[in-house]
């Protein structure tokens, strides 16, 4: 069964960059598995940051930006702020109708 | 705007059903699919399930195969969760969201609660 990945957690200075990943346990993500990024603040739904590999959800400012590096996607944020501590949650398109969503990177900005 | 409010969760006895509802408004609802996806206590999202915009398809993740059915009432802007044989992994919030364009989950509820207890 494959698993999707991602970093359990990061830490990141304020004003820095960080890029946080989501792999496969077998294979690599392309673009065609569509990844996107969600936002999730404790006791809150998640909102859509990036979708479709690295297209920025309306409102979202461009610190955001995706990508794919090497074998996993990636979401990076620059100039990070501390409203930006969060879960930050990839889901992949499997294929055949079935997505997956990585178990979330805790980001702490201290 | 995307608005959609989800109902039905509780508390259920390990072994019993529960349907869980979502309204939807603010969107063309009969044009798009619509994803559960759920949250158990203190853990990560995991997708539930998905139907097409006209309820020709449905998929469902390994989880939850052959005991949850999706589906949808296009003339009441409203999908459905039927959850069947439940059991003490199966509590979470349930979110109900729009699968927009590019596999964009774009818009979700507030969550309604399942807890599995006896």
């Known amino acids: 069964q494959t698993v999707v990945t991602q970093e359990p957690s990061f830490s990141v200075s304020p004003g820095g960059t960080v890029t946080l990943t989501c792999g496969l346990s077998?294979?690599?993500?392309?673009?065609?598995?569509?990844p996107s990024w969600y936002q999730q603040i404790p006791g809150q739904a998640p909102h859509t940051l990036i979708y479709?590999?690295?297209t920025r959800s309306s409102g979202v400012p461009d610190r955001f930006s995706g990508s794919i590096l090497g074998n996993k996607a990636a979401l990076t944020i620059t100039g990070a702020q501390a409203d930006d501590e969060s879960d930050y949650y990839c889901?992949?398109?499997?294929?055949?109708?079935?997505?997956?969503f990585g178990g979330g990177t805790k980001l702490t900005v201290l | 705007q995307v608005h959609l409010v989800e109902s039905g969760g509780g508390v259920v006895q390990p072994g019993r059903s529960l349907r869980l509802s979502c309204a939807a408004s603010g969107f063309t609802f009969s044009a798009y699919g619509l994803h559960w996806v759920r949250q158990a206590p203190g853990k990560g999202l995991e997708w539930v399930a998905v139907i097409w915009y006209d309820g020709s398809r449905d998929h469902y993740a390994d989880s939850v195969k052959g005991r949850f059915t999706i589906s949808r009432d296009n003339s009441r802007s409203t999908v459905y969760l039927q959850m069947n044989s439940l059991t003490a992994e199966d509590t979470a919030v349930y979110y109900c969201v729009l699968a927009a364009a590019a596999s964009n989950f774009d818009g979700w509820g507030q969550g309604t609660l399942v807890t599995v207890a006896s």
């Open positions: 889901v992949l398109y499997m294929g055949d109708g079935i997505w997956m």
């Open positions: 479709n590999t690295n």
């Open positions: 077998s294979g690599s993500v392309s673009t065609t598995y569509y």
